[in-house]
Structure formats: C-alpha cells, structure tokens
C-alpha cells in the first residue's frame, strides 16, 4: 500500500461542513461526524501537486475547459466504464444538485410529475419540490435483505404528467448496482411512455469487486437518446469542495435544452481549481482511486463482522457500491426521534438519518464509511457502549 488510508487528518477549522458545524448541525459539540458524502482522506497527490503548481501562477482570472479537459474525461468513461463519449455530448457545471434543479426547469413545466425510487438522495425531492413540481415515488422493494426496482408499480404511477424518472445508479443509499437487465426494463418504460431518464451516476467509480457499473446509455441507442447523465470526479477523488461535474447529454436536442437552462441562469465559468482537479484525479489517480476503493471494502467488511460480533440486531445491507451504509436499527425498537437522540446524544455519533431518504428509510441510518479504520472503530465502540447503558437502566 502506497498510500496510509489509516491516518487520521484533523479537519477542524477548515471550513468542513462535516467537522465544523456540529454544534450548528446536530447541536452536539462532540460527535463523531459520520454523514455527508465527503471522504476524511487527502486526495490524491497529484491532484494536491496540481493544484499547489496552479495557485503558485498566482493569476486566478477566468478559466475555460480545454481540450485537455473533455479528453480527460472521455478517456476515464471509456476505461472505467466502456461509455464511448464524444467531446460535444458533454456540459460542465458546477455541481450536479444545481444541475438536476435545472434539468427540472429545462424539460417539465410546473405541475409536471418526475418519478423518483425511494428510499433515496434526498436532494432529488428538494430539486422537484423546490421547483413547484410533483415527486412520484416507485418506492424500491427490499426482498431478503436486498433492494430491487418495483416495475408494476412504475407502470402503475405512470400518467401523461410524467415527464422525468431520477435514477441514482449506482443507488444512494441503498448500494445497489443495477443489473442491465434492470436497466434494460427501466429504459423500455421510459420511452414508451416518452419519459426521460435523468441518471445520477456520481458513485459510478465507486463499484466492489465482482459488480459492474452500466452507463444508462450503454442499454441501447434508444436509452442513450433519452438520458441525461450526471458525473463528477468530486465523489471518486474527494473534491466536491471544488466544484466540478459533467451532466453528459448525447441527445443533441436535450442537450441544446440544459444549454440554454445554463445560459437563462448565467452559468458561464468553471472554477480554475476544479478544471486543474479534475484533469490530474481522471489522468493521475488511478492508483490512489483502487487503493482507496478497497480500503472502503475493508471498512464494509470491519462493519460488517463488528455488527455480526458485538451488535447482532443492528444488520447492514450489504453494499455493491459507495462509500455509505445503510444500516438497519429498527431490531433496537425506537422511533425516528428517540433513535436520533440515542445516537447523537448518548452515542455521540451523527449519520444521516435514514427517514430523509423516505418512508422506507424509518429506522435505518445512513453511516459514512470513508473515513479512517479508527474513526469507524470509535463510532462503533461509542454506540456499543451507549446501547449497554441502556440496558443496564432497563
Ligand atoms: C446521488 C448523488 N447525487 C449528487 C450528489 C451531490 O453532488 P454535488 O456535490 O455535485 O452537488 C450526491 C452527494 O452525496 C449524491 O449522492
């Protein structure tokens, strides 16, 4: 191992909204912050090299992808995910949660209905809601411990108001890596009832041995046609704080939509970091990025045999994909609010509660595992410690 996943980095006092803000958050000081989706790891360093090389130019006025950048980008979603991109499919944007509030502008009117799979991301319901647009839920089925699309159901929810599915592929929080011929079928719905697919693909890279990521447009023709994909290097390399994320659209006329969705909105510039971030993770952190991806296997597996050992009522779904766990409580018998002040009072550990991702999500918390071993081992230890005490004052 080249790289020491196990060290713990202080990230107080920098601005982290994961380390800093507890108090603020969760109104507890001294919790361990184990919930938004940003790694405690340094990124790789070449992007670190990159951007130090970048920032001792000094000049920071406004900065443009070039060829370089698409060619990066292209050249990783060939690789890693055999998603053959041609340079014009793609539209940088800051960020995909801004860009999916646009997506919601650019092809539905108010009053139009976009289908979403809970439990899930919760930023996909705030991006229709907060646009005056009506979320459906195809709510997942969980069968003997694993997620599964429910296609009667879809078929059932669909009207001619239904103008948008968001697909979280691979799934947060669920961990699902869909399989092509859950895919395939999602797809033949889509465009037979003239549905686009918008397919969150931010934790594509993040896939365990034996699974494989599918870029939606790798169905068919057709489906690529009808897709809107957003990717980001933020998630993979621990850069979100810069800023940086492709929404690719091969679909020329879409495309010339989400365009113009950033044109009414003024979304001219990258920032010079993320472009000069992005470049260095796609062309320089492939050996950082497989030994980050298996130490976070060996966090799943810690989790797993501690629970299994010491926690056996609380289980975890086994995960396919992602950095984040989704953890089942509902052996422990509390209700959302005592569970949460279980965890964030006794405990002193803050994951994100599980009911923001939907109904289905009662009783679950979402952990984040891409942490160091010790800081997994601590959270753990704090939980079975407060869970003894419990007992002792039954
Ligand atoms: C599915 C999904 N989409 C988007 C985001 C956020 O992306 P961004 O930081 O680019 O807005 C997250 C972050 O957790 C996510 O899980």
Redesign the pocket.
Known sequence: MKYDFNEVIDRHNTNSVKWDFNKEKFGEEDVIPMW??DMDFKAPEAIIEAIKKRADHGVFGYTAPDENYYKSIINWMDKHHNFKVEKQWICPA???????YWIVQSYTEKGDKIIIQPP??H??KGAIEDNQRIVVENPLKLVDGKYYMDFEDLEKKIDSKVKLLFL?SPH??VGRVWTKEELTRLGEICLKHNIIVVS?E??SDLVFEGYKHIAFPNISEDCANNSII?T?P??TFNI?GL?V?NIIIPNEVLRDKFLNALKINAMGDLNTFGIVALEAAYNEGENWYREMLNYIQCNFNFLENYLRKYLPEIKVIKAEA?Y?AWVDFTALGMKNEELRDFLLKKAKVAFNDGYIFGKAGNGFQRVNLACSRYTLQEGLRRITKALNGLEKNI
């Open positions: 938004i989706a800051p960020a995909v949660v801004p860009a999916l899930v991301y930023r996909f979280c947060n929080p969150d931010i934790h957003c980001a933020t998630k979100a800023q994320c992602t984040l």
